[in-house]
């Protein structure tokens, strides 16, 4: 019998970095929750849509590896730098992931990152 695949997940967080082993095609979003690492905000651990890709509130950087977008909002915030739903990830390859710590919803948004090297602030 053969041994299940598995891929290396590196989470990036305000203290430091995790390192995960988790199998061919899990969601990345339920692999960063098992681990007890949520890519939700103080508010949207509670009120989000449970992985269905409707609330935009689970996005994380994808620092290395990111797989082509599949989603309609990755397609998007491809072109203006926003973060990815972590809902709309498989993981089929080594990923290198950043948490999105101090996230602001339903308000300001963070300005992306296409933009933020060229602000004055």
């Known amino acids: 019998m053969t041994e299940p695949i598995t891929h290396t997940l590196t989470v990036i967080t305000p203290e430091g970095q995790v390192t995960l082993n988790v199998p061919d095609g899990a969601n990345l979003r339920q692999a960063l929750l098992a681990a007890d690492l949520s890519p939700h905000g103080a508010l949207s651990r509670r009120a989000n849509c449970g992985g269905r890709g409707l609330c935009a509130t689970c996005g994380v ?38 948490l999105v710590p101090n996230k602001i919803i339903w308000g300001k948004p ?9 602000s004055p602030e």
Do not use: M, T
């Not at 963070?110 to 060229?118: G, K, P, S, V």
């Open 110 to 118: 963070e300005r992306a990152r296409r933009y933020r090297a060229q």
């Open 61 to 98: 950087w994808i620092e290395a590896n990111a797989p082509a977008p599949s989603h309609w909002h990755d397609r998007i915030g491809a072109a203006f730098g926003y973060p990815r739903l972590s809902c709309q990830i498989a993981v089929h390859a080594p990923l290198l992931v950043r």
